[in-house]
């Protein structure tokens, strides 16, 4: 995606809010981050799976900071009503249970999220990207679910 589209304020808010909102792909990243940092202590499973969940939702990250750039908006870390996330938006969660459940939840809304946008985006090449990054998302919440079972963390 290299060619500077359109202007579209209310794409750029969807957009906007995908990327940097309180429940978007930067909070998620910075989240899985801190977890894999957190679980290389205790769990190597647990932590190379957050391992790649920190990788993708930096893919998404990317995917999403350079639709904001095309459509002439701002890739800066904020929602479309310009509140800037922080750390303070990351679970910062320690007890393993309760941990992988909260990011459960993270990436499920994070699904209903980006198909939202597939249903109100008509650009072709925006919905094309998004689609990558649903595709990134529902193998993020395959890996957890598939770890949470191997490590006994949920029951089947």
């Known amino acids: 995606m290299s060619q500077l589209l359109s202007v579209n ?3 750029e808010g969807l957009i906007q809010n995908l990327f940097g909102g309180s429940k978007g792909c930067f909070v998620n990243f910075m989240t899985f981050f801190y977890q894999y940092n957190q679980a290389k202590e ?3 499973d647990n932590a190379e799976c957050l391992k790649l969940l920190h990788q993708l939702e930096l893919q998404n990250c990317e995917i999403l900071s350079n639709i904001l750039i095309m459509i002439g908006g701002d890739n800066r870390y904020y929602s479309s009503s310009r509140k800037y996330v922080s750390g303070f938006n990351v679970d910062y969660s320690k007890a393993q249970s309760k941990m992988f459940v909260c990011d459960v939840e993270m990436l499920e809304i994070g699904i209903i999220e980006v198909k939202n946008a597939l249903q109100k985006i008509e650009n072709k090449q925006i919905k094309e990207e998004l689609k990558k990054i649903l595709e990134n998302k529902k ?4 890996m957890l679910k598939e770890t949470f079972f191997k490590n006994n963390m949920l029951k089947k």
């Not at 193998?139 to 395959?142: A, G, S, Y």
């Open 139 to 142: 193998n993020e919440l395959k």
């Open 42 to 44: 205790f769990s190597l």
């Open 9 to 11: 304020s209310y794409y």
